[in-house]
C-alpha cells in the first residue's frame, strides 16, 4: 500500500503560479500527475518512471514541470503561466509497475487538491 497526499493548491490569477506537492509514504514506485474538470475525462499531465525518465503531455510542456525527491519522498509539480482552461482538480498517483503515464497503469491515488484559475 502507497498513501498519497496532495497540498499547495489554491486559486490564482491567469499568468499566476503554483507549486503542488506529493506527499508518499514510499518513493520507490513511478509516479504521475493527473487532473479532471468535471464531466470531463481524467487527463494525464506527466509521469516520473523508473531510472527517472520524464514524460509531459502537449498541453503543459513549457509550463508545468515535473519533479521528484526521492529521499524526501515527495513528487513536486510546478506549475507557471497558468490558464482559466488549467482549473481543475489535480491528483497525483504511483503505480508498482507504470511504464507510462496511462491512469490505467496507477494503483494508488490521492484524494486530490483544488487548482482554480481566474481571467
Known amino acids: 500500500q502507497v498513501q498519497l497526499v496532495e497540498s499547495g493548491g489554491g486559486s490564482v490569477q491567469a499568468g499566476g503560479s503554483l507549486n503542488l506537492s506529493c506527499a508518499a509514504s514510499?518513493?520507490?514506485?513511478?509516479m504521475a500527475w493527473f487532473r479532471q474538470i468535471p464531466g470531463k475525462e481524467r487527463e494525464g499531465i506527466g509521469c516520473i518512471l523508473f531510472h527517472g525518465d520524464i514524460v509531459y503531455s502537449d498541453s503543459v510542456k513549457g509550463r508545468f514541470t515535473i519533479s521528484k525527491d526521492n529521499a524526501e519522498k515527495t513528487l513536486s509539480l510546478q506549475m507557471n503561466s497558468l490558464k482559466p482552461e488549467d482549473t481543475a482538480i489535480y491528483y497525483c498517483?504511483?503505480?508498482?509497475?507504470?511504464?507510462?503515464?496511462?491512469?490505467?497503469?496507477?494503483?494508488?491515488w490521492g484524494q486530490g487538491t483544488q487548482v482554480t484559475v481566474s481571467s
Open positions: 498517483a504511483a503505480g508498482w509497475a507504470a511504464s507510462n503515464c496511462q491512469h490505467d497503469q496507477y494503483n494508488w
Open positions: 514510499t518513493g520507490v514506485y513511478p
